[in-house]
């Protein structure tokens, strides 16, 4: 539609609203990984009556000796590691029988307060501790499937600014929670607004708001902000001892998109799709005066020349949504290739941001440098996205971040080499992870974009769930975690090769475009010369004729 042409690509408007956007990408990472350290496990033991104070607190934290074998060995046992076991000790009077903590002595060098000290959730209430992240994680995802949905039907702008408001509220409500199970719904409930709604929604106004040469850098930067969002989390959790005031703080940065009301606009592709053509066109006008183009929109132009044209779509269209993504084949295959891809992406991503506590050192900084690794993968996709598409680089990070998975599980733990392996898989993993999102919004067609990105995201969530259960297994073995993370790329990033390649093409609008789009295109096709890709398959831009043409 030569409308949204008059915009450009990218220009002061685009790139205010652009910002607007961005916010919700920070206080997303911020909230999605919180429970880190305001929930921390940090090292443990058993309470040893006699050696420890009453309250609980060791009288040997002083000496930093709370872990010390020589003068705790006579007391609880060791493991496989040479190291005091964090379970078990030894039955009062009788020295070769073990027996379960009653209670726990924490190490306080790094967290003085958390919810798993008030709760103990340690051992074998170790559990509890990751329940309450996998329900986090399900809240994102029914935050994913409905809110996506409900955005393309009541717009994208009212989901933001409710989510916005919503994860105000509940990330300062959840911090003066005093009982575990009250705890998990008001967790549920904070996923489902702190990291779904304002993300996915600002996510694809900016993909629906710049021109097709500025997508790859506006979608990376929702990446790299969302790292910036983990990075607040270990800077204040290193500056914040106390866990209530923590979390207080983490949810006060909802307030970075209360403005969003007043100041954020709709997008106008979705007006437009919705026959609401009068307010997109409103907006294009003022996009218009913001650039300084120098252009004049005649509105009633447009109108009346596109009601004619465009009234018979408009019911089929607006009635759209995430069923239709499963009823013809072509889209029914793409949509479950970056179902899985999203899932991959996510188990692998969230799996090493929540181990990084087992990587040995300051957990604040380990924390901050695993999110600030992602950096150069983003700046690095900036440049080459455009250049070697899409698909290659999706698969090719998948594959080499799940190598890097296994990799790292055979090797010693704490090492400098595993460490390094780590951040390396981090890396390769996000920056197949900032991939996707622009991936998915160019795959498919504008009447089912938002839905199909609440798609994704709500396979992201439920392998984000299903993370912190998968990590327990390390319980029988420390090696499986990572194993079935790596796996699971592995896979993943040989299927992406079976996806269209969206560069430098137009994003479908109608759900014929959808199905049309990239039908026979595969790596393995590109390879051969038999890609069977049209360029027909979408169809260009409108052209403006003139009056009489239209006529005849």
Known sequence: MPIFMYNGDFGRYQGFQFVLHLLAAITAGLHMLSLVTVAAVPEHRCFIEGVDSLNGTSLLNASSSMMDVDLLGDYIPLNAAGELESCMMYQPGVSNVTVACTSYVYNTTFYKTS???????????RWMGSLAQTIYMLGVFTGAVWLGGLADKIGRKKVFCWSGLLQLILGVAVAFTPEYYSFLVLRYLYGIFGSAGSYITGFVLTMELVGPSKRTPCGISFQAAFAGGIMLVAAWGALITDRLLLQVVYGLHGLLLIAHWWIMDESPRWLWMQDRKREAIDIIAKAVRMN?????VDKEYYLSKDKSNFISESTPKASAGLSDLFKTPNLRKMTLNVCLCWFANSITYYGLSLSSGKLGGNPYLILFLMALVEF?????????LDRLGRRSITSTLMLVGGTCCIVAAYLTKGSIESTTIVMFGKLFIAGSFAVIYNYSAELFPTVVRNSAMGLGSM???????STPIIILFDSFDPKIPAVIFGAISLISGAWVLFLPETNGKPMPQSLQDGENFGRGDTAFSACLGRNKTHHEDIPQAQQMVPLDTIER
């Open 115 to 125: 919810r798993t000290i008030e709760w103990d959730l340690v051992c074998g209430r």
């Open 292 to 296: 300084g183009r120098g252009m004049h």
């Open 376 to 384: 150069p993968s983003y700046i690095a996709i900036i440049f080459l």
């Open 459 to 465: 396979c992201a969530r439920l392998a984000g769930a």
